[in-house]
RNA sequence: GCGCCCGUAGCUCAGCUGGAUAGAGCAUCGGCCUUCUAAGCCGAGGGUUGAAGGUUCGAGUCCUUCCGGGCGUACCA
């Protein structure tokens, strides 16, 4: 249940009878323990704009709430706070183990989500990492919240790169050892086009048999997407990423519409012409000297854009998926690029009334001189290698402080801590700004990072397993008695209220301090309380708080895409 | 020039539609292993929230100006 939303409910509707419609009861946890476990903020500004005494309205409102079975003591304190401390057998209820950890959303919508989109030209980098990750994280998000979660990988698969890597083909005859490595052959191709003009010829004219349609070249571009995708889909596993194939919807798809996006353009009036581009001019979109800012939608040699194929997108979006919601993941740089395209498609009726368009923008990931992150060489960082690193160093790690480890384990071990602390690590940062990529920080096991969340889950599986216990076999209903224990069950009902802003604002990061905060009242709770040497009822009490914890961490991990593990 | 984002402890970062005494981790210092994994726990110090104004019962959060940084800004994606 989301305590917060249902409490929310309750003040809404006391505010309502004590004169306030509409007010907003802004209910949360509470800033203080003193200050009970959720706080309502909402009298003070309803009183401001009534004009009334903020103290007096909150004795209105508490003489209207009732929360009999759910909160001991409800208090007014300061300007007009309201103060809600709940019954412990409430919030003991809640973690029964026949209570759900998560509820489906009251309303089931179709959520098209946009992200990882790498450019099929090259290999995967760490500027596709971001994006992979948070996009993935937040279908897992929606999925659990029983939404209609439709994924879609709009990756470069058309445009002049390719004509550049099909002139190279040609010229060398490369067998497909020599294409294993994409980032190689890309690299080369691209030389060979900046040094020579004759190639850069010939792969120009390489788009445009690509583009027509020619046999040849189709399936040697063909050979190119297969072998891209290939390596992605790699990646993606390794990464625990749920896309596939079936999720790829490449820029190519949409092609045979780029006319008729044109077309329709030109029909609702919004087409001009400018330098032999066709671009669309929107009021809101002018410098300050009232120079106009254009979105081109064809250029003068008659070619699209990539504004144009996401038009198309939108529409096929809106139009064909019925979405009621379409989150793209993409760099913060492309906020602009956005903004018009967004506006260029409900002036031209691309989207649906109902349907909301969400561009969800993130930083650039920084090595650590605050550079964008490079190889010592200079390079791009490719995620092949960067995950074997993970790999290397979460295995040492493990090694180190675990020589006990069947070495058969060790091997999954090393890649669900090390996977999981560069995700972790991405995830738990705010989602806007950019991050600089530090290994020891995401692999200290301390604080706020992926292997702290895993030990405290192997802690209470260890538990479990040194009382001759199955972690997720016990049922019934706990009593919450020593502080410890209180303040982590209170802690725990509010999972729910969490997810539900991660599928609300889409930051992640939220949940990643949820649970770090779980992880780190656990602790406190085994520290100050043993659990298998004591009598029952509190022997079982505290295993099925401990099994409740295990859960949520399981749970909200699994959310994230980040795996548990028994041992480490 | 204009637009967007950002500036919080020595470092890396939180701070949820404006709320009560701005929080974690790292690092520093001091405690805790005959007891469920010490990869842990407890405690201490550390802040003019870039600067100055403004809005109000209340501002890290909203508005204005300035300083500093990043990124965009007509035919790449």
Same mark, same amino acid.
């Given at each position: 249940?989301?305590?917060?939303?249902?409490?929310?409910?309750?003040?809404?509707?006391?505010?309502?009878?004590?004169?306030?419609?509409?007010?907003?009861?802004?209910?949360?946890?509470?800033?203080?323990?003193?200050?009970?476990? +959720?706080?309502?903020?909402?009298?003070?500004?309803?009183?401001?704009? *009534?004009?009334?005494?903020?103290?007096?309205?909150?004795?209105?409102?508490?003489?209207?709430?009732?929360?009999?079975?759910?909160?001991?003591?409800?208090?007014?304190?300061?300007?007009?706070?309201?103060?809600?401390?709940?019954?412990?057998?409430?919030?003991?209820?809640?973690?029964?183990?026949?209570?759900?950890?998560?509820?489906?959303?009251?309303?089931?919508?179709?959520?098209?989500?946009?992200?990882?989109?790498?450019?099929?030209?090259?290999?995967?980098?760490?500027?596709?990492?971001?994006?992979?990750?948070?996009? =993935?994280?937040?279908?897992?998000?929606?999925?659990?919240?029983?939404?209609?979660?439709?994924?879609?990988?709009?990756?470069?698969?058309?445009?002049?790169?390719?004509?550049?890597?099909?002139?190279? *083909?040609?010229?060398?005859? %490369?067998?497909?050892?020599?294409?294993?490595?994409?980032?190689?052959? /890309?690299?080369?191709?691209?030389?060979?086009?900046?040094?020579?003009?004759?190639?850069?010829?010939?792969?120009?004219?390489?788009?445009?048999?690509?583009?027509?349609?020619?046999?040849?070249?189709?399936?040697?571009?063909?050979?190119?997407?297969?072998?891209?995708?290939?390596?992605?889909?790699?990646? +993606?596993?390794?990464?625990?990423?749920?896309?596939?194939?079936?999720?790829?919807?490449?820029?190519?798809? +949409?092609?045979?519409?780029?006319?008729?996006?044109?077309?329709?353009?030109?029909?609702?009036?919004? *087409?001009?012409?400018?330098?032999?581009?066709?671009?669309?001019?929107?009021?809101?979109?002018?410098?300050?000297?009232?120079?106009?800012?254009?979105?081109?939608?064809?250029?003068?040699?008659?070619? /699209?854009?990539?504004?144009?194929?996401?038009?198309?997108?939108?529409?096929?979006?809106?139009?064909?998926?019925?979405?009621?919601?379409?989150? /793209?993941?993409?760099?913060? $740089?492309?906020?602009?690029?956005?903004?018009?395209?967004? %506006?260029?498609?409900?002036?031209?009726?691309?989207?649906?009334?109902?349907?909301?368009?969400?561009?969800?923008?993130?930083?650039?990931?920084?090595?650590?001189?605050?550079?964008?992150?490079?190889?010592?060489?200079?390079?791009?960082?490719?995620?092949?290698?960067?995950?074997?690193?993970?790999?290397? $160093?979460?295995?040492? *790690?493990?090694?180190?402080?675990?020589?006990?480890?069947?070495?058969?384990?060790?091997?999954?071990?090393?890649?669900?801590?090390?996977?999981?602390?560069?995700? +972790?690590?991405?995830?738990?940062?705010?989602?806007?700004?950019?991050?600089?990529?530090?290994?020891?920080?995401?692999?200290?096991?301390?604080?706020?990072?992926?292997? /702290?969340?895993?030990?405290?889950?192997?802690?209470?599986?260890?538990?479990?397993?040194?009382?001759?216990?199955?972690?997720?076999?016990?049922?019934?209903?706990?009593?919450?008695?020593?502080?410890?224990?209180?303040?982590?069950?209170?802690?725990?009902?509010?999972?729910?209220?969490?997810?539900?802003?991660?599928?609300? =604002?889409?930051?992640?990061?939220?949940?990643?301090?949820?649970?770090?905060?779980?992880?780190?009242?656990?602790?406190?709770?085994?520290?100050?309380?043993?659990?298998?040497?004591?009598?029952?009822?509190?022997?079982?009490?505290?295993?099925?708080?401990?099994?409740?914890?295990?859960?949520?961490?399981?749970?909200?991990?699994?959310?994230?895409?980040?795996?548990?593990?028994?041992?480490?």
């Amino acid at each position: 249940m989301n305590v917060a939303a249902m409490l929310g409910q309750r003040v809404s509707e006391a505010l309502a009878e004590a004169g306030a419609q509409d007010a907003p009861p802004v209910v949360g946890p509470a800033t203080r323990p003193e200050f009970g476990h +959720y706080q309502a903020n909402g009298v003070m500004g309803a009183a401001k704009r *009534l004009g009334t005494n903020p103290r007096a309205l909150a004795e209105r409102v508490l003489a209207e709430l009732d929360l009999e079975g759910i909160a001991s003591r409800v208090e007014i304190a300061g300007p007009g706070f309201i103060n809600i401390h709940l019954e412990p057998a409430f919030i003991a209820a809640q973690l029964d183990t026949g209570q759900p950890l998560l509820e489906p959303a009251t309303e089931s919508m179709t959520i098209v989500v946009d992200y990882s989109a790498p450019n099929l030209a090259k290999e995967m980098h760490v500027g596709h990492l971001r994006s992979t990750i948070i996009g =993935d994280a937040l279908v897992r998000v929606f999925t659990a919240l029983g939404h209609h979660v439709i994924r879609q990988n709009h990756v470069g698969d058309w445009g002049t790169q390719f004509g550049m890597l099909i002139a190279h *083909l040609e010229e060398i005859g %490369a067998n497909s050892e020599q294409l294993s490595d994409l980032e190689m052959f /890309y690299q080369a191709a691209k030389r060979r086009f900046d040094d020579d003009q004759a190639f850069a010829q010939r792969a120009r004219s390489q788009v445009v048999a690509l583009q027509s349609g020619e046999p040849d070249v189709r399936a040697a571009w063909r050979r190119f997407i297969d072998i891209s995708l290939n390596h992605c889909e790699t990646i +993606y596993q390794r990464l625990g990423v749920q896309l596939t194939r079936a999720d790829v919807r490449a820029e190519s798809a +949409y092609n045979d519409d780029l006319q008729d996006i044109v077309a329709q353009l030109d029909d609702a009036g919004l *087409l001009t012409r400018s330098d032999g581009a066709d671009c669309v001019f929107l009021d809101q979109f002018t410098r300050k000297d009232g120079t106009p800012l254009p979105v081109i939608v064809r250029k003068s040699d008659g070619g /699209y854009l990539y504004a144009t194929t996401d038009l198309a997108a939108i529409r096929y979006r809106c139009r064909t998926l019925h979405a009621d919601r379409v989150l /793209y993941f993409v760099d913060a $740089r492309q906020s602009l690029h956005f903004q018009q395209v967004f %506006a260029v498609a409900a002036k031209a009726g691309f989207v649906t009334e109902s349907c909301e368009l969400e561009h969800h923008p993130f930083g650039s990931i920084l090595g650590p001189d605050g550079r964008p992150f490079r190889t010592r060489a200079g390079g791009v960082v490719k995620l092949t290698d960067l995950l074997d690193e993970a790999r290397r $160093r979460a295995e040492r *790690l493990v090694r180190a402080k675990n020589p006990d480890l069947p070495e058969a384990q060790i091997d999954a071990i090393a890649e669900a801590v090390g996977i999981g602390a560069v995700k +972790y690590a991405d995830l738990s940062k705010s989602r806007t700004t950019d991050y600089v990529f530090d290994w020891d920080q995401m692999l200290s096991f301390d604080g706020n990072t992926a292997p /702290y969340l895993q030990y405290a889950h192997t802690r209470i599986n260890s538990m479990f397993q040194r009382g001759g216990l199955v972690l997720g076999s016990l049922s019934g209903r706990m009593r919450l008695a020593e502080p410890a224990e209180h303040d982590l069950g209170a802690l725990l009902i509010r999972f729910q209220e969490v997810v539900d802003q991660v599928a609300r =604002d889409a930051f992640p990061h939220h949940l990643c301090g949820y649970l770090a905060d779980v992880a780190a009242r656990f602790m406190q709770f085994y520290e100050s309380c043993p659990v298998l040497n004591q009598d029952e009822p509190i022997r079982t009490s505290r295993l099925l708080l401990s099994q409740r914890t295990a859960d949520v961490l399981k749970t909200g991990l699994g959310l994230l895409g980040i795996e548990t593990v028994e041992r480490m």
